[in-house]
């Protein structure tokens, strides 16, 4: 099985590492000014350090469930390691606030000794590449050398110091413990660096265990001297290493294709070499390593001469070690030297054996090409059928009789393959002609070698030896012939011996202009055209030739024959493979093409697994996405099959951070698996009705979505050639969904208004519309019909408009306007429910079911005594109007509808908006009663009214 890590989005920097390094920073603030009360600045120290620790404790914990599975055993010794730090800090804060003068030992040196065995067991946990069997051995002695040599320090300058001092046998021997773990720190930050170039969380985290052995280191050389005092500035290592180790979680996992044998799912993979310069400092480091270690035991040797003369046995034994171990390792470095070499020779050899066989096989498809390019020739019916292989075979046994070189040789068989190319620009006419040609005709047919050699010239890789021969195999010895009127030795000869092999075959066969000459009478006639047609060395070398025993002789030999079979198999895989590598170049412009078109996700879904149906032999597919829901613990997984099985759920529960879909959401690692149900994570709804299947996560996707291709009756390891295109198959969906979701957010946009958040006129009009066609596609619906929205049937409208709005705005500001509208629009989708719009300015509307008269006039008393009384303690300005419409006339009014017809949108806004302004002409009317009835029917929108705006 393997699995290949996709681009994976990058996790955000948490507001929680902004409060850690906030924490961080004030402790830093604190560490330069202390300030605070003087009684307490110890004990202020050490909390500053237990907060920071705390707050970083915190931040690992939250981001753990996010981290992939096989990471969260690491970060759990990275959070007891830095919980034990805390239980040291702590008990030594609480032991300097009661005692001013903590004693050694105490309860807190039992959580600062477990730091480094923890730290250290976390590195080990953490998933990194395997190693060779020779780079695990060089890496343990060079391993062995660091620690010979810097240890050799560590013992005489922190630990033989710390055993001389004064104090119990406990204390001493605390006080040397404490340099070994820092040294066991050193020693596993020196196998992260020798290791090459690791992911980007694990570099946190070395620096993290760097920062805190340095002030291990620091703190043990300050005490040593007596120097050393709550608050100084080497307390800040340790809540640093709490810091790096926050920002470790932090860091997304790198992007790298490794097999899963030797990085479990989900972990962390090393850069790219050219990714940094971290690429080269493992080799760097490895080399510079014992020549290093070297000098450092001879500067111990001298330093311990010197300064303490009773340590000079153990360095001389210290530099006897690092120089037996420096030899073995580069002992081991030279065997594998010797082994990389002869590797290399084995491929050099390998790499010529294929050179020289891929060369045997071109200039056999050349020839080849050659062949079928003269038999075309033939095609044209001026020559006998086998015209051209005849006098290939006799040109070749002619050159070897005269002992011409392999390259000459392969010149003029190129030559006799495309001798009369350049016949095809002569006239059928001309060409096919039974009668002797006129000097007009003849001039056209000399033309051809010429013709010939500029057609030939443009085929790349034909030697000039074989153009040679196209261009002058025309030519006399005498003089006589044609293109240039050469003669003799300025004739090439690769053409004065083809044209020897050319004129016989001419003579022998039948010609439109001619019959066949018999074996006997061409050979005579070769003879008495020596020294004037032909050179006569040709001549003599040809007729001692036998010509019969050539031909038949020209099959291959058996293990000719094996060759040419072997190579017939291998063109035939070539040419399968090639036609394999345009499908798949079809199949992937064809997803391409899928990934730009704005359709759904599920019709995309279909068409990418109906595309990859042709390419990649599977038995069903399906895109996998989650919703949440608002339970964690659950996630309910839509399923769209191409070819669903009998028994796949179309809902299936799966527990999140489980299974192996999990694992490739989390790791953004796609997943190709064989014998599915033999794996410990398989689904067991899935185990039945699956043999390979690849988890192919979407990674581009803003929502959690796996597409999964499942071959059900084949157990068939899924090849590199179908996981790149099921990998070209998920980036598509990737970029469907997300194209998918900004399409949805456009849409929302588009339809909602945003200052009430109701729907807007454009939604209107496009659910009217929807309505209108359905009630059109059941005639015979009346007001019975049922009122369901979906349902077919009559369609009514109501719009209300908000009268003296403009003064509202005017008195008491445009924010007073505003939060009426707002107040409208909640009243209206507390009495309605949705959908309701709002068509702009102070104008709101609501579709109507059932929409009978009874109920149209129901709704809109409803709706104006509604947003009256909503709006009468605020607004007392503001008056409603009401205007209602339906798709079916009410009460015999066919004119109701308006010009529109009842059955268009246009037509019920029409309808419905000349009821409001015959309703606001009413009111208006009953605000001024001297106002005449005429002039109120010929207000605008009382009877005629505008149309709808």
């Not at 469907?736 to 729907?759: E, F």
């Not at 007392?876 to 268009?904: E, F, I, K, M």
């Amino acid at each position: 099985m393997n699995t290949t890590v996709s681009p994976s989005v990058p996790r955000p920097r948490s507001r929680a590492l902004l409060v850690v390094l906030a924490l961080f920073a004030g402790h830093l603030s604190w560490l330069l000014t202390r300030w605070g009360p003087a009684g307490w600045q110890p004990w202020l120290g050490n909390l500053w350090v237990v907060v920071v620790c705390v707050a970083a404790i915190g931040l690992i914990v939250r981001a753990l469930p996010g981290r992939p599975q096989p990471e969260r055993r690491g970060w759990r010794w990275v959070v007891a390691g830095l919980l034990a730090y805390v239980w040291g800090a702590a008990g030594w804060a609480g032991l300097e606030l009661l005692t001013r003068t903590p004693p050694f030992p105490s309860v807190a040196d039992l959580g600062y000794l477990l730091v480094a065995p923890c730290l250290a067991v976390a590195i080990f946990s953490f998933p990194r590449p395997a190693l060779s069997r020779v780079a695990a051995w060089t890496l343990g002695l060079d391993l062995l050398v660091f620690l010979v040599a810097v240890g050799s320090w560590f013992w005489a300058l922190l630990v033989v110091p710390a055993l001389a001092a004064d104090g119990s046998l406990l204390a001493r021997g605390l006080a040397g413990l404490y340099p070994l773990l820092d040294l066991l720190l050193l020693t596993l930050l020196m196998e992260m660096a020798l290791r090459g170039p690791s992911p980007p969380y694990l570099r946190w985290l070395g620096a993290a265990v760097a920062s805190y052995a340095c002030g291990d280191l620091i703190f043990a050389l300050l005490t040593s001297q007596n120097r050393y005092q709550t608050g100084d500035l080497v307390d800040l290592c340790w809540p640093l290493a709490a810091v790096l180790c926050a920002v470790a979680v932090q860091t997304p996992v790198p992007v790298r294709s490794v097999p899963v044998g030797s990085v479990p799912v989900g972990a962390g993979a090393a850069e790219p070499p050219a990714a940094s310069w971290l690429s080269r400092a493992g080799p760097a480091l490895s080399f510079v390593l014992p020549y290093g270690a070297a000098l450092t035991s001879a500067g111990f040797l001298v330093w311990c001469l010197e300064n303490a003369p009773a340590l000079a046995p153990l360095a001389l034994v210290s530099m006897l070690l690092v120089t037996l171990l420096v030899a073995a390792r580069q002992t081991l470095a030279w065997h594998e030297a010797q082994g990389l070499r002869l590797d290399l020779q084995r491929i050099n050899a390998s790499l010529e054996e294929q050179v020289r066989e891929r060369t045997l096989e071109i200039r056999a498809t050349f020839e080849g090409g050659l062949l079928s390019l003269g038999t075309a020739l033939e095609a044209r019916d001026f020559e006998t059928a086998g015209h051209t292989e005849r006098v290939v075979k006799w040109a070749h046994a002619l050159g070897q009789a005269l002992q011409l070189s392999a390259a000459e040789l392969d010149s003029l068989v190129e030559g006799a393959y495309l001798h009369d190319l350049g016949k095809l620009a002569v006239p059928d006419q001309i060409l096919l002609k039974p009668g002797k040609l006129t000097p007009e005709e003849w001039t056209v047919m000399q033309s051809h070698a010429a013709r010939g050699h500029a057609l030939a010239a443009r085929l790349p890789h034909l030697s000039a030896g074989a153009l040679d021969v196209i261009r002058h195999h025309h030519e006399r010895w005498d003089g006589g012939g044609y293109p240039f009127g050469l003669s003799g030795q300025t004739i090439p000869r690769l053409a004065r011996l083809f044209a020897v092999c050319d004129v016989y075959d001419a003579l022998t066969s039948v010609r439109p202009y001619k019959a066949a000459w018999s074996a006997e009478a061409a050979r005579a006639e070769l003879q008495a055209q020596a020294g004037r047609h032909f050179d006569p060395e040709s001549v003599q070398a040809f007729l001692t030739l036998d010509l019969d025993c050539v031909l038949t002789q020209g099959s291959p030999q058996p293990a000719a024959q094996e060759a040419q079979s072997r190579f017939e198999h291998r063109l035939q895989d070539h040419t399968r493979g090639l036609n394999e590598a345009l499908g798949d170049a079809e199949t992937l412009l064809t997803l391409a093409r899928l990934s730009a078109l704005p359709h759904s996700v599920e019709r995309i879904t279909r068409d990418v697994l109906s595309t990859l149906a042709s390419a990649v032999a599977f038995d069903w597919g399906a895109l996998m996405r989650a919703d949440q829901d608002g339970i964690r613990s659950e996630v309910m997984w839509q399923v769209y099959a191409l070819r669903p099985s009998p028994a796949l759920p179309e809902t299936i529960a799966l527990p999140r951070g489980e299974g192996l879909i999990w694992s490739a959401i989390e790791s953004g690692a796609s997943l190709f698996i064989q014998n599915y149900a033999d794996q410990p994570a398989a689904n067991p709804q899935f185990v039945r009705q699956v043999q390979s299947v690849a988890f192919l996560p979407l990674v581009a996707a803003e929502s959690e979505a796996v597409l999964m291709v499942v071959r059900a009756g084949s157990a068939e390891p899924w090849t590199p050639r179908e996981q790149a295109l099921l990998e070209a198959a998920s980036r598509t969906l990737s970029t469907a969904c997300q194209r998918a979701s900004h399409l949805a957010a456009l849409q929302r946009l588009a339809r909602t208004d945003a200052l009430t958040g109701l729907l807007s006129r454009r939604a209107l009009e496009d659910d009217l519309q929807d309505r209108l066609r359905s009630a059109a596609a059941s005639p015979d619906a009346g007001l019975d019909a049922d009122p369901a929205p979906e349902a077919q049937g009559p369609v009514g409208l109501l719009l209300l408009d908000l009268g003296g709005f403009k003064t509202v705005n005017a008195a008491q500001g445009h924010p007073a306007g505003d939060e009426a509208l707002r107040t409208v629009a909640r009243i209206l989708s507390q009495t309605f429910g949705p959908p309701v719009y709002r068509l702009g300015g102070d104008e709101f509307a609501l579709l109507i079911t059932p929409c009978s008269p009874e109920a149209l006039a129901q709704a809109a008393q409803q709706a104006r005594c509604a947003v009256k009384l909503a709006l009468c303690p605020a607004f007392l300005g503001l008056s409603v109007h009401v205007g209602v419409a339906s798709s079916v006339p009410c009460n015999g009014d066919q004119g109701s509808a308006g010009p529109g017809g009842p059955s268009t949108v246009e037509g019920l806004l029409h309808a419905a908006d000349l009821q409001l302004s015959g309703e606001k002409a009413a009111s208006r009317h009953a605000a001024r009663p001297g106002l005449p009835h005429a002039e109120v029917a010929g207000l605008p929108g009382a009877e005629s009214g505008a149309p709808y705006r």
